[in-house]
């Protein structure tokens, strides 16, 4: 598995809502429609404009067409909503345990 960090920044708690929505109803889509793809992951606390989002990718190769081809779509969709650009990290060696609980 492979996984894109994407650090960035809100222009404004007020669009907080709008992010949400925007990433739920329009992004989301667009990701679960690439090659690869096994999930995303958004991180952020309230009261603050730092968001992370998180995807997973099946392989480099799936995460890099993304970067690619559809990256840039997202990009122009988010930037009414963020400041700058997103700073990006990959991970190429991921571990996904999700504790279900024993009890």
Same mark, same amino acid.
């Given at each position: 598995?492979?996984?894109?960090?994407?650090?960035?920044?809100?222009?404004?708690?007020?669009?907080?809502?709008?992010?949400?929505?925007?990433?739920?109803?329009?992004?989301?889509?667009?990701?679960?429609?690439?090659?690869?793809? @096994?999930?995303?992951?958004?991180?952020? !606390?309230?009261?603050?404009?730092? +968001? *992370?989002?998180?995807? #997973?990718?099946?392989? @480099?190769?799936?995460?890099?067409?993304? !970067?690619?081809?559809?990256?840039? +779509? *997202?990009?122009?969709? #988010?930037?009414?909503?963020?400041?700058?650009?997103?700073?990006?990290?990959?991970?190429?060696?991921?571990?996904?345990?999700?504790?279900?609980?024993?009890?």
């Amino acid at each position: 598995m492979f996984a894109r960090n994407a650090q960035f920044r809100l222009k404004s708690l007020t669009v907080a809502a709008e992010f949400s929505r925007t990433f739920e109803n329009e992004i989301l889509p667009l990701l679960r429609r690439q090659a690869g793809f @096994k999930g995303e992951i958004t991180l952020s !606390n309230p009261g603050s404009l730092e +968001q *992370i989002a998180i995807s #997973l990718w099946e392989n @480099k190769d799936d995460a890099d067409a993304y !970067n690619a081809d559809l990256y840039p +779509q *997202i990009s122009k969709i #988010l930037e009414k909503l963020i400041v700058g650009t997103p700073r990006i990290r990959t991970y190429e060696a991921v571990t996904l345990k999700l504790d279900h609980g024993s009890g």
